[in-house]
């Protein structure tokens, strides 16, 4: 008998060594003797085997003494016993034949090549011995004209090698086909688009084929590849919920670019344009460099102690003849984990209040309180791995590709490979093509669609009853409600035919494991809480929850919303989710800070802005948030900000909101800063600094310990080590995480004491217990009821572009705002005829409450009926437009339903597309 161990060994020149199952020769070989041992041309760690170049041979043979043959290392699979020769003669003068032949058609001007020393190729040649080439010079085909169209994806292919190795990133990991390869022989070539630029091209500009190219035929505009860096720091992207890691070259104070690394968990050698290239707001010469106190209707440069003064005078002279409630802080999903922790600490054990809330609030509160009350927990049940094993994806008012671009290229992966898509979403998103099923329902209709999806997996008996009867309550009265419902009404009211939803729930509910990701077209609705339970319901009662490859999974918006609710910004709940006014938790808060605590419960957000302009609220506290822009009702958030008596705004820029302030104070980036951030997947990962602070600006953190002092506090100064460890101490899931712990990849909570993450939620019971039904009916928004008509007889909903983050802040102060220029409003082609509106128009947009001019874009992603806009952009202002109207449960503003009518208000004019062609690089914004 043949001895497990036996099974499982080959031999790697002459020495004995364990392989794995689903190894190849190079994977075995790089494991054990290190990348470049064996050296590789077309292959690439992050993309598939491919074979081509063939410098990666290797001799193998069955026995030490057997016949050998060559093979390609990078696709050829382990076998046991298999003996392996990597540096036989015969093998070295191959892979010197090939490199020869390869630099035969490749220019010789390495000295003034922008990767030299820092090449592939090169190292390669010096590899496998290259000194000189023995064969004529070829005659290098390839046009040697630079093409410098786009803002930050530059090529020049009389560098390309042919490897395809671009070509296959643009397949493999971005899914976007761009690139391909063109002609045969000696007239092959890399082609993007249709034989054009890179801007005219549909490139989404992520440098997925600039990373993997091993020469320079395609880079950007940046020094990625630049040997000059002195030095690389891992840290983690500021800008959506995915949590990408980023490798930041730099020298001195200077960023030269930005790399993915390959064994990031998260993002494994991907990012999007935002994560890799719009870094450049962060020297920009808009930031904010001094303190700045509003004297005399005017801001005066102050110093921090100056600052730091006023501040603590003004706060504790409005305490005393007010209270501490009189007073209020917002928080940011911007910022760190450490930083949103002490924010709340501040306001709570300096200031005195619960009146604490971040932008939270605005986006995934709903999430957070329907899974709490369906689960136990807010967060996502699996990992975004888990896309390799499920056989169904659901994803309900999300895009993906646009607003989490990593995922969401991971999700059109698996559709590409077949896995049954099921979209529902009132707009033809980018997936919608290799979807299964789009359910195009119109905005605010989810309840209906949801209970009408639920019915049908009832009525065909796919209930995983067996699940529900062990680990979930309620049932009873959720089945009731599903027996209950008309769904000649339901159809009526959410306009999708009844067939296509019950096909889609079939398929949803005969897979063997289906995943669910939703988004703020589920959450920003007056249902939305409600909606989220109903996605929970979906799960419980087919059995997907605890399981590699299902779940429900919210796309969190921004880069650390999960992290900022986990450190108890929220008015109801301190630092891990435990209810201020618990008498136990309560008590515990007290003890851990060593101060009394206010056992009310404080204001939410839109409560706040209601309080300032009842003056009952004299003095709030922002901290990264520009919420005249962000939030819904423009003019009212501007009323309320007027109101207030004292406004301190921490922030990076004079934002809408700062120029309310009565203080501003200057803070650091997260190319300045270091501590943690919790991406959407609950895993928790070190952000690390790259650079110093601007001169002037301080991190976040610094700031709020500094006023917690100045006021009396005796806070600790800051350090990421000491206050994670703080942080470990009062938030039971994460009791385990240390900061050397967390490691490059991080760790996902809950982290138990002995440092391990958890990576699917809900294994063998549920965080509350039992997992508990919700049955709610469908209600109409009252932004219909009350304006939907004559006046305003379409349907606004908003959503978010690929190019720009939130309110475009940092965005549009890079690169991105060359390339998308502006908001636009998406008419469907029957209403746009009605109103005599061409794409390229510009329209009058109103509400109940304002208007807004946009221009129009004629396109059919919407249903008549319907209007569609982003935004991005101040100048806009969209939310103007939107409505107080809020969740239910969770007061998150309900923006994807607000009551509009529009009207042409000039000529049709040639105007350039958002998506802007024909920009040099070198206007890209500095």
Same mark, same amino acid.
């Given at each position: 008998?043949?001895?497990?161990?036996?099974q499982t060994?080959?031999?790697?020149?002459?020495?004995?060594?364990?392989?794995?199952?689903?190894?190849?020769i190079?994977?075995?070989?790089?494991?054990?003797?290190?990348?470049g041992?064996?050296p590789?041309? =077309?292959?690439?760690?992050?993309l598939?085997?491919?074979?081509a170049?063939?410098?990666?041979?290797?001799?193998?043979?069955?026995?030490a003494d057997?016949p050998?043959?060559?093979?390609?290392?990078?696709?050829?699979?382990?076998a046991?016993g298999?003996?392996?020769?990597t540096?036989?003669?015969?093998?070295?003068r191959?892979?010197?034949?090939?490199v020869?032949?390869?630099?035969?058609d490749?220019?010789?001007?390495?000295?003034?090549?922008?990767?030299?020393?820092?090449?592939?190729?090169?190292?390669?040649?010096?590899?496998?011995?290259v000194?000189?080439?023995?064969?004529?010079?070829?005659r290098?085909?390839l046009?040697?004209?630079?093409?410098?169209?786009?803002?930050?994806?530059?090529?020049?292919?009389?560098?390309?090698i042919?490897?395809s190795?671009?070509?296959r990133?643009?397949?493999?990991?971005?899914?976007q086909?761009?690139?391909?390869?063109?002609?045969r022989?000696?007239d092959?070539r890399?082609?993007?688009?249709?034989?054009?630029?890179?801007?005219d091209?549909?490139?989404v500009?992520?440098?997925?084929?600039?990373?993997? =190219?091993?020469?320079?035929? &395609?880079?950007?505009?940046?020094?990625?590849?630049?040997?000059? %860096?002195?030095?690389?720091?891992?840290?983690? =992207?500021?800008?959506?919920?995915?949590?990408?890691?980023?490798?930041?070259?730099?020298?001195?104070?200077?960023v030269?670019? &930005?790399?993915?690394p390959?064994d990031?968990?998260?993002?494994r050698?991907?990012?999007?344009?935002?994560?890799r290239?719009a870094?450049?707001?962060?020297?920009?010469?808009?930031?904010?460099?001094?303190?700045?106190i509003?004297?005399?209707g005017h801001?005066? !440069?102050? +110093?921090w102690?100056?600052?730091y003064?006023?501040?603590?005078k003004?706060?504790?002279?409005?305490r005393?003849?007010?209270?501490?409630?009189? &007073?209020a802080?917002?928080?940011?999903?911007r910022?760190?984990? !450490?930083?949103n922790?002490?924010?709340?600490?501040?306001?709570?054990?300096?200031v005195?209040?619960?009146?604490?809330?971040?932008?939270?609030?605005?986006?995934?509160?709903?999430?957070a309180?329907?899974?709490q009350?369906?689960f136990?927990?807010?967060?996502?049940?699996?990992?975004?791995?888990?896309?390799?094993?499920?056989?169904?994806?659901?994803?309900?008012?999300?895009?993906?590709?646009?607003?989490h671009p990593v995922?969401?290229?991971?999700i059109?992966?698996?559709?590409l490979k077949?896995?049954?898509?099921?979209?529902?979403?009132?707009r033809?998103?980018?997936?919608?093509?290799? %979807? +299964?099923?789009?359910?195009?329902?119109r905005?605010g209709?989810?309840?209906?669609?949801?209970?009408?999806?639920?019915?049908?997996?009832?009525e065909?008996g796919?209930?995983?009853r067996?699940?529900?009867?062990?680990?979930?309550?309620?049932?009873?009265?959720?089945?009731?409600?599903?027996?209950?419902l008309d769904?000649?009404?339901?159809?009526?009211?959410?306009g999708?035919?009844?067939?296509?939803?019950?096909?889609?729930?079939?398929?949803?509910?005969?897979a063997?494991?289906?995943?669910?990701?939703?988004?703020?077209?589920?959450?920003?609705?007056?249902?939305?809480?409600?909606?989220?339970?109903l996605?929970?319901?979906?799960?419980?009662?087919?059995?997907n929850i605890?399981?590699?490859?299902?779940?429900?999974?919210?796309?969190?918006?921004?880069?650390?919303?999960q992290?900022?609710?986990?450190?108890?910004?929220?008015p109801?709940?301190?630092?891990?989710y435990?209810a201020?006014?618990?008498?136990?938790?309560?008590?515990?808060?007290?003890e851990?800070?060593?101060?009394?605590?206010s056992?009310?419960?404080?204001?939410?957000?839109?409560e706040?802005?209601?309080?300032?302009?009842?003056?009952?609220?004299k003095?709030?506290?922002?901290?990264?948030e520009?919420?005249?822009?962000?939030?819904p009702?423009?003019?009212?958030v501007?009323a309320?900000?007027?109101?207030?008596?004292?406004?301190?705004?921490?922030?990076?820029?004079?934002?809408?909101?700062?120029?309310?302030a009565?203080?501003?104070?200057p803070a650091?980036?997260f190319?300045?800063?270091?501590? +943690?951030f919790?991406?959407?997947?609950?895993?928790?990962?070190?952000?690390?600094?790259?650079?110093?602070?601007?001169?002037?600006?301080?991190?976040?953190?610094q700031?709020?310990?500094?006023?917690?002092?100045?006021?009396?506090?005796?806070?600790?100064?800051?350090?990421?080590?000491?206050?994670?460890?703080?942080?470990?101490?009062?938030?039971p899931?994460?009791?385990?995480?240390?900061?050397e712990?967390?490691? !490059?990849?991080?760790?996902?909570?809950?982290?138990?004491?002995?440092?391990?993450?958890?990576?699917?939620m809900?294994?063998e019971?549920?965080?509350?217990?039992l997992?508990?039904?919700?049955?709610?009916?469908?209600?109409?928004?009252?932004?219909?009821?009350?304006?939907?008509?004559?006046?305003?007889?379409?349907?606004?909903?908003?959503?978010?572009?690929l190019?720009h983050?939130?309110?475009?802040?940092m965005?549009r102060?890079?690169?991105?705002?060359?390339?998308?220029?502006?908001?636009e409003?998406?008419?469907?082609?029957?209403?746009?005829?009605?109103?005599?509106v061409?794409?390229?128009?510009?329209?009058?947009?109103?509400?109940?409450?304002?208007?807004?001019?946009?221009?129009?874009?004629?396109?059919d992603?919407?249903?008549p009926?319907?209007?569609?806009?982003t935004?991005?952009?101040?100048?806009?202002?969209v939310?103007?437009?939107t409505?107080?109207i809020?969740?239910?449960?969770?007061?998150?503003?309900?923006?994807?339903?607000?009551?509009?009518?529009?009207e042409?208000?000039?000529?049709t004019? +040639?105007?350039?597309?958002?998506?802007e062609?024909?920009?040099p690089?070198e206007?890209v914004?500095n």
């Open positions: 008998m043949v001895s497990l161990a036996t060994v080959a031999f790697l020149d002459g020495e004995p060594l364990e392989w794995r199952t689903g190894d190849t190079l994977k075995f070989i790089d494991r054990h003797l290190g990348r041992h064996v590789t041309l =077309c292959d690439a760690p992050q598939d085997p491919h074979g170049c063939r410098v990666c041979s290797v001799e193998i043979a069955p026995n057997g050998r043959r060559v093979v390609a290392s990078c696709h050829t699979p382990m046991e298999l003996h392996i020769f540096e036989s003669p015969k093998v070295r191959l892979r010197r034949n090939i020869e032949l390869v630099l035969t490749h220019p010789l001007d390495c000295l003034t090549c922008e990767v030299n020393g820092n090449c592939e190729l090169q190292s390669v040649a010096a590899r496998v011995g000194r000189s080439v023995r064969y004529p010079e070829g290098n085909h046009d040697r004209t630079k093409d410098l169209s786009h803002p930050y994806m530059t090529s020049d292919l009389s560098k390309c042919n490897c190795r671009c070509v990133a643009c397949d493999e990991i971005q899914g086909f761009v690139l391909s390869m063109h002609g022989g000696f092959a890399i082609i993007k688009g249709h034989d054009q630029s890179f801007a091209s549909p490139c500009s992520c440098g997925a084929c600039a990373q993997a =190219c091993p020469t320079s035929a &395609i880079s950007d505009v940046f020094q990625s590849k630049s040997i000059e %860096a002195t030095e690389t720091t891992r840290t983690v =992207c500021t800008y959506c919920g995915v949590g990408c890691n980023l490798l930041v070259k730099t020298k001195g104070n200077e030269l670019g &930005i790399q993915a390959v990031a968990e998260v993002n050698a991907h990012t999007c344009l935002k994560g290239y870094f450049r707001f962060f020297n920009h010469p808009d930031r904010l460099r001094k303190p700045l509003r004297l005399n801001f005066e !440069e102050a +110093t102690d100056e600052a003064d006023y501040i603590a003004r706060f504790t002279e409005i005393e003849e007010h209270g501490p409630d009189a &007073i802080g917002i928080s940011s999903a910022c760190t984990n !450490e930083e922790y002490l924010m709340q600490k501040f306001i709570r054990a300096v005195g209040t619960n009146n604490i809330d971040c932008c939270a609030r605005v986006c995934h509160s709903p999430t309180h329907g899974m009350m369906s136990g927990t807010g967060a996502a049940t699996n990992s975004i791995d888990d896309l390799n094993f499920t056989d169904c994806i659901l994803v309900v008012g999300a895009n993906p590709t646009e607003a995922t969401g290229a991971k059109k992966q698996r559709l077949g896995v049954t898509g099921i979209i529902i979403d009132p033809e998103i980018e997936l919608t093509p290799y %979807a +299964t099923h789009h359910l195009q329902l905005p209709t989810n309840v209906a669609l949801l209970n009408m999806f639920a019915y049908y997996l009832w065909a796919l209930v995983d067996a699940f529900v009867e062990k680990r979930c309550e309620d049932w009873e009265t959720f089945e009731a409600g599903l027996k209950s769904l000649d009404e339901l159809e009526n009211i959410h999708v035919d009844r067939e296509r939803v019950r096909a889609a729930a079939l398929d949803y509910g005969r063997e494991a289906a995943m669910e990701f939703h988004g703020l077209g589920v959450t920003e609705h007056s249902q939305g809480a409600k909606t989220v339970m996605l929970a319901n979906l799960a419980m009662m087919t059995g605890g399981r590699p490859g299902c779940g429900v999974n919210p796309l969190r918006g921004q880069n650390n919303v992290g900022a609710a986990d450190m108890g910004c929220q109801h709940q301190g630092a891990g435990m201020v006014d618990d008498p136990e938790w309560h008590r515990r808060y007290e851990f800070y060593g101060t009394p605590i056992p009310e419960p404080g204001l939410k957000i839109p706040m802005f209601e309080a300032a302009r009842s003056g009952r609220l003095a709030l506290w922002l901290m990264g520009d919420v005249v822009q962000t939030d009702n423009s003019e009212a501007k309320a900000m007027n109101a207030l008596e004292f406004l301190v705004v921490q922030e990076l820029f004079m934002t809408e909101t700062a120029q309310f009565d203080v501003v104070l650091a980036s190319l300045e800063k270091s501590g +943690t919790t991406n959407g997947e609950r895993r928790v990962q070190r952000v690390n600094a790259a650079v110093e602070p601007l001169e002037g600006t301080k991190p976040d953190a700031i709020i310990v500094e006023i917690m002092n100045r006021m009396g506090f005796s806070q600790p100064d800051y350090t990421p080590e000491g206050a994670l460890a703080e942080i470990a101490g009062i938030v899931f994460f009791r385990g995480a240390t900061w712990g967390l490691g !490059e990849n991080g760790k996902q909570w809950p982290i138990l004491e002995d440092g391990a993450g958890t990576a699917i809900h294994v019971q549920f965080k509350r217990g997992g508990k039904f919700h049955f709610f009916p469908w209600r109409e928004s009252r932004e219909i009821d009350e304006n939907l008509g004559e006046d305003y007889p379409y349907i606004l909903t908003t959503g978010r572009l190019e983050y939130n309110c475009g802040t965005t102060r890079t690169g991105n705002a060359r390339i998308v220029t502006r908001d409003l998406a008419i469907h082609p029957e209403d746009a005829r009605k109103k005599g061409k794409t390229g128009d510009s329209v009058r947009v109103l509400s109940a409450r304002g208007e807004v001019t946009l221009v129009a874009r004629v396109s992603e919407v249903k009926g319907i209007v569609y806009t935004f991005h952009f101040p100048e806009h202002l939310n103007n437009l409505s107080d809020h969740c239910d449960d969770t007061l998150c503003p309900e923006y994807k339903v607000t009551s509009v009518n529009f042409k208000i000039a000529a004019e +040639t105007r350039a597309p958002a998506r062609t024909g920009v690089a206007a914004a």
